[in-house]
T-cell receptor, first 118, second 113 residues
Framework: GAVVSQHPSWVICKSGTSVKIECRSL??????MFWYRQFPKQSLMLMAT?????????EQGVEKDKFLINHASLTLSTLTVTSAHPEDSSFYIC??????????????FGSGTQLSVL | GESVGLHLPTLSVQEGDNSIINCAYS??????FIWYKQESGKGPQFIID?????DKRQGQRVTVLLNKTVKHLSLQIAATQPGDSAVYFC????????????FGKGTMLLVSP
């Protein structure tokens, strides 16, 4: 099946620094990628939707200047957490859709990134 | 961070038992539903899906039931194994294929040998 690779798996950083998380579709072209955030023992909350070559669409309450999303190619989307603070510590998960209009059974998830901000 | 008092419902079963995990979805107009399994520290893994024009769908050891009248979805796992231990989420989609997933709250399944 299709594979979505997400890196790094975990990262520890100091407060005030920026962290970049990569999401790659390895064997398909992802026209749309999604970024989710998950706190312990909670569900996945959609942060933003990114389409290749255009600006990301952010969900209500998600700061676009803090969570920068770039989807410059059909196989790569990045999420940069800028000026990270301890409250940004969370599990971040990306997912990718291979072709527009397909049912979301074609939505593949990365393995997640655990961010810990000290 | 985590809200005070928030917790995942937990279902504890013995190996070999049948498990039933329930989910109440939010939007009566949703037309596509998916069950995901999430192991600790990993991303969600697709288990089974069902469209709103169906009320039952079977896979290998798993069955999904949909009751649109009460907006209820269930996942039945037959002959539960220790490897089934994980958190299970239902997800709903409005306007299949073009809309994003909305995840339910999740249920932790613990299978003891």
């Amino acid at each position: 099946g299709a594979v979505v690779s997400q890196h790094p798996s975990w990262v520890i950083c100091k407060s005030g620094t920026s962290v970049k998380i990569e999401c790659r579709s390895l064997d398909f072209q992802a026209t749309t990628m999604f970024w989710y955030r998950q706190f312990p023992k909670q569900s996945l909350m959609l942060m933003a939707t990114s389409n290749e070559g255009s600006k990301a669409t952010y969900e209500q309450g998600v700061e676009k200047d803090k969570f920068l999303i770039n989807h410059a190619s059909l196989t790569l989307s990045t999420l940069t957490v800028t000026s990270a603070h301890p409250e940004d510590s969370s599990f971040y998960i990306c997912s990718a859709r291979d072709l527009p209009g397909h049912f979301n059974e074609k939505l593949f998830f990365g393995s997640g990134t655990q961010l810990s901000v000290l | 961070g985590e809200s005070v008092g928030l917790h995942l419902p937990t279902l504890s079963v013995q190996e070999g038992d049948n498990s039933i995990i329930n989910c109440a979805y939010s939007n009566s107009a949703s037309d596509y539903f998916i069950w995901y399994k999430q192991e600790s520290g990993k991303g969600p893994q697709f288990i089974i899906d069902i469209r709103s024009n169906m009320d039952k769908r079977q896979g290998q050891r798993v069955t999904v039931l949909l009751n649109k009248t009460v907006k209820h979805l269930s996942l039945q796992i037959a002959a539960t194994q220790p490897g089934d231990s994980a958190v299970y989420f239902c997800a709903e989609i409005l306007n299949s294929g073009y809309s994003t997933l909305t995840f339910g709250k999740g249920t932790m399944l613990l299978v003891s040998p």
